[in-house]
């Protein structure tokens, strides 16, 4: 079991930056892909990106590559997520994911990871 808490949500205007985090809880979460996602009102929650826990290999969502970067500290069990050049497209409810062992691979659909936080509001105004 994982459970996972995000915050540093809030409101921001277009440019400018905001680091989430996401608290893990429980002993599989140094042997966890973890991902982040985002949901968009009326539309489907969608990868943001992830991290591999065997090598630290990430992946990212092409609207997000070279502006979002995605770290974790096992020892303080949590993952980050700097997001910078915030666009107001960015606008969603952010939710952090923990995909346990066996993940050989860094998923990207939503129906792969088992835990998953309750997710923090994010909203770029232009």
């Known amino acids: 079991q994982v459970q996972l808490v995000e915050s540093g949500g809030g409101s921001v205007q277009a440019g400018g930056s905001l680091r989430l985090s996401c608290a893990a809880s429980?002993?599989?979460?140094?042997?966890?892909?973890m991902g982040w996602f985002r949901q968009a009102p009326g539309k489907e929650r969608e990868f943001v990106t992830g991290?591999?826990?065997?090598?630290?290999?990430?992946d990212h969502a092409e609207s997000v590559k070279g502006r979002f970067t995605i770290s974790r500290d096992n020892a303080k069990n949590t993952v980050y997520l700097q997001m910078n050049s915030l666009k107001p497209e960015d606008t969603a409810v952010y939710y952090c994911?923990?995909?346990?062992?066996?993940?050989?691979?860094?998923?990207?659909?939503?129906?792969?990871?088992?835990?998953w936080g309750q997710g923090t509001q994010v909203t770029v105004s232009s």
């Open positions: 429980g002993p599989s979460f140094a042997t966890c892909n």
């Open positions: 991290i591999r826990w065997i090598n630290g290999r990430t």
């Open positions: 994911a923990a995909d346990p062992p066996p993940n050989v691979r860094l998923e990207t659909a939503p129906g792969a990871y088992d835990y």
